[in-house]
């Protein structure tokens, strides 16, 4: 889901010396192939097979093709990718139900994983983003949200309801739900710790990774165009102006564990 620290995990993915670590390559805006020499020879691919005249990954007609033809996008990708793997993210309004079934869950060959946060957090997070309207490298330790029940109870059913249908269609192609939790990466002291920990989590999913990834990464080179928290605070209820509205809704809910 948006907020749960994915960009984080891309930057990291991309240390990684087998992994081709893209970004939201089925977004409805653009497509994010943040790999220059992968969406250059995509895009002309594409205008030369289907006569199409894409200028870019933001051309309305490279979105609109991939929105039809998502394994197309796929098998170019996994054709002219240099690497052994290909990363990417996939947010509940990129691909249909039936498009995100049958083109990722039912490809046995792509591991899935869910990346969960604690949901309080991910809400925060995504109001505040709104509310300044940057999604990306902003610092929002100081700002408070006016706490909403409805708007929080409805926005938490829809991502309730997005996780059970994803872990439920894999449990029906007999595959494993695999789940990496934001706060236990967040939870290692720096960036060498978290990708050591990646590393092991990515083995465990059946990727052969070298250990050569373990040697060849610094502590200063996994700095480098590496995100960092945007918000500080581990208190939640210093996230709110209405700390009572949150406490109350959560206890009549039975949330309040996220509070934890």
């Known amino acids: 889901m948006p907020r749960n620290g994915t960009n984080y995990l891309c930057d990291l993915l991309g240390k990684f010396q087998e ?13 994010y192939i943040n790999k220059r020499h992968i969406a250059d020879q995509v895009i002309a691919y594409l205008n030369k097979t289907y006569q199409l005249q894409i200028s870019d990954q933001k051309d309305p007609n490279f979105v609109k093709f991939v929105a039809e033809h998502p ?16 990363s990417f993210k996939i947010f509940p309004n990129h691909l249909s139900q039936q498009d995100l079934k049958e083109t990722i869950i039912q490809n046995h060959r792509i591991q899935k994983v869910l990346i969960k946060r604690n949901l309080l957090d991910v809400y925060f997070s995504s109001q505040f983003a709104k509310s300044i309207q940057s999604w990306d490298r902003q610092d929002t330790t100081k700002l408070k949200l006016d706490f909403n029940p409805n708007s929080f109870l409805k926005w938490l059913f829809f991502q309730k309801d997005y996780y ?16 990496l939790e934001y706060e236990k990466i967040h939870s290692l002291d720096n960036n060498q710790e978290k990708f050591i920990f990646l590393f092991n989590f990515l083995q465990s999913t059946g990727l052969k990774l070298s ?10 080179d ?5 995100r960092t928290k945007q918000d500080r605070r581990t208190n939640r209820l210093e996230k709110v102006a209405n700390p009572q509205v949150l406490l109350n809704t959560l206890e009549q809910n039975n949330l309040e564990s996220l509070l934890v």
């Open 211 to 220: 250990q050569a990834n373990l040697l060849n990464n610094s502590q200063e």
């Open 71 to 86: 394994q197309e996008l796929l098998n170019l990708i996994d054709r002219y990718s240099k690497k052994k793997y290909v």
């Open 222 to 226: 996994l700095n480098k165009n590496i």
């Open 164 to 179: 059970n249908f994803i872990e439920n269609e894999l449990r029906q192609s007999n595959q494993e739900v695999k789940i």
């Open 19 to 31: 992994i081709e670590s893209l970004y939201e390559i089925y977004h409805n805006k653009s497509v």
